[in-house]
């Protein structure tokens, strides 16, 4: 599963991040500042520029503070209070390699950027947006609709996200849009993106942070063709320290099972100056963070409304963008930071009981069973459990499948994915 991957990669990266030494450490402990309480002194807050370590150190921490750590801790698995104590902004060098400093890139398009949160930390995603105000040019900025999928009663942010649009005098920027009922990601990113009026949409995750110079890169490749979806590099912010660590640069691809995996791409295609710069074509997408072509986006059939909450969904989008006239991009000078929790912390309440196990298994089969063809038993024998759900209705993917002429998975397989495990055709009769 790509949460398990995700688990296991975070921690290598979080035990890097404890032992490693760093001149914030040296520094005293800042004095914390609720944005749930008063959120006006919180927007002075600057741990950098202050010179006061942010990161919770047990020995310094008081009682309130432990407090609100482990309210956090609960509530959004990552260090809520050394999130807080960092303040709205953050000092972030130039992320992307120093030759796309210097790169010339075309973004005369309006974007409408999409942020569904259900449950999110209010610190982590003001810096967010924050980071957004101060890192896209503002020709480009059309709208931020911002899509609380039915948080729970204390965790509705409504009032503080108008009040922090009243303070940086960003209200008319800000969409801000509550669902009463919970709809989980994916239908919820459908809806928000229907309420969009930008040229371009840019979907991002509730607890990001974008780098400087992060838009043209990937608004480029859609302006040379309408029919792209571009990615991002997708840093990473540690969830206790909250130190943003950059990525290596990566394709994103599947196993038989639709099991999230990276494809790195081989050295020496770095050596190729031109490399660097160029966004390169990607079998799949890691997660939800892209930017597409509004109109597009609608015309290949938006996200799959029949899937529930969260996880599949990229390879879906993925395999219909490829097969039916569009490409998947990967920019490699846009540089988005994510915080990669240790755990989902909210439960997931599928409408589709056949999903409640498992929604990413509900979802892959729904894909599998569109999208694999042939190839359908290899997933079959790979997932037999998922096999044997119940997607529902799949006739309104089928039609979009027709009406827009699609190919065939083995095209994917020749012209997109050739490194795909190809298993053995003498497949038991009985598995399928």
């Not at 303040?87 to 075309?106: T, V």
């Not at 942010?157 to 509550?178: A, M, N, P, W, Y």
């Not at 069973?369 to 998922?386: E, H, M, Q, S, T």
């Not at 190919?407 to 190809?422: H, M």
Request: net charge negative.
């Amino acid at each position: 599963m790509l949460e398990g991957f995700i688990k296991k990669y975070v921690l290598i990266l979080l035990f890097g991040l404890v032992i490693s030494s760093d001149h914030v450490e040296e520094w005293p402990a800042c004095t914390h500042v609720d944005p749930y309480e008063n959120l006006g002194d919180w927007m002075q807050v600057n741990a950098e520029s202050s010179k006061c370590n942010h990161t919770t150190q047990a020995d310094r921490e008081t009682e309130r503070e432990a407090e609100r750590r482990k309210w956090g801790e609960r509530a959004f698995s990552f260090d809520m209070v050394s999130s807080d104590k960092i303040g709205p902004r953050r000092i972030l060098d130039y992320q992307a390699e120093k030759n796309c400093k210097n790169a010339s890139f075309q973004h005369d398009q309006s974007v409408s950027i999409v942020i569904i949160y259900h449950n999110e930390c209010l610190s982590v995603l003001l810096r967010m947006l924050t980071s957004i105000f101060d890192r896209t040019p503002e020709s480009n900025l059309q709208e931020i609709i911002l899509y609380d999928d039915a948080s729970e009663v204390e965790h509705i942010l409504v009032e503080k996200l108008q009040e922090f649009g009243h303070i940086t005098e960003k209200s008319d920027i800000l969409k801000i849009h509550r669902n009463p009922e919970r709809e989980g990601l994916i239908r919820a990113k459908v809806l928000a993106s229907r309420m969009a009026i930008g040229d371009v949409l840019i979907f991002l995750d509730s607890h990001c942070e974008v780098s400087e110079g992060w838009l043209p890169p990937l608004l480029d490749p859609i302006h040379k063709n309408p029919k792209s979806i571009v990615l991002p590099i997708v840093d990473l912010i540690s969830p206790i320290t909250f130190k943003y660590s950059k990525a290596l640069i990566a394709r994103c691809g599947f196993d038989d099972a639709l099991n999230f995996k990276w494809l790195y791409l081989p050295w020496e295609y770095w050596n190729v100056e031109e490399n660097i710069v160029k966004p390169f074509e990607s079998p799949s997408m890691s997660g939800g963070l892209l930017a597409v072509q509004s109109e597009f986006f609608r015309e290949i059939g938006e996200y799959d409304m029949g899937m529930e909450i969260w996880g599949a969904e990229n390879h879906e989008l993925s395999l219909r963008t490829w097969l039916c006239g569009g490409r998947v991009l990967i920019a490699p000078c846009s540089r988005v930071g994510h915080v990669f929790r240790m755990r989902r912390p909210y439960k997931s309440a599928p409408k589709n009981k056949e999903a409640a196990r498992d929604t990413n298994s509900y979802n892959s089969a729904r894909t599998a069973k569109v999208w694999l063809g042939d190839y359908l038993k290899y997933f079959i024998r790979a997932n037999p459990r998922a096999a044997k759900l119940n997607v529902g209705d799949l006739k309104e993917r089928f039609e979009i499948k027709e009406r827009l002429k699609c190919k065939d998975f083995s095209w994917f397989l020749e012209n997109v994915y050739p490194e795909f495990k190809k298993i053995d055709e003498n497949v038991d009769k009985e598995e399928l």
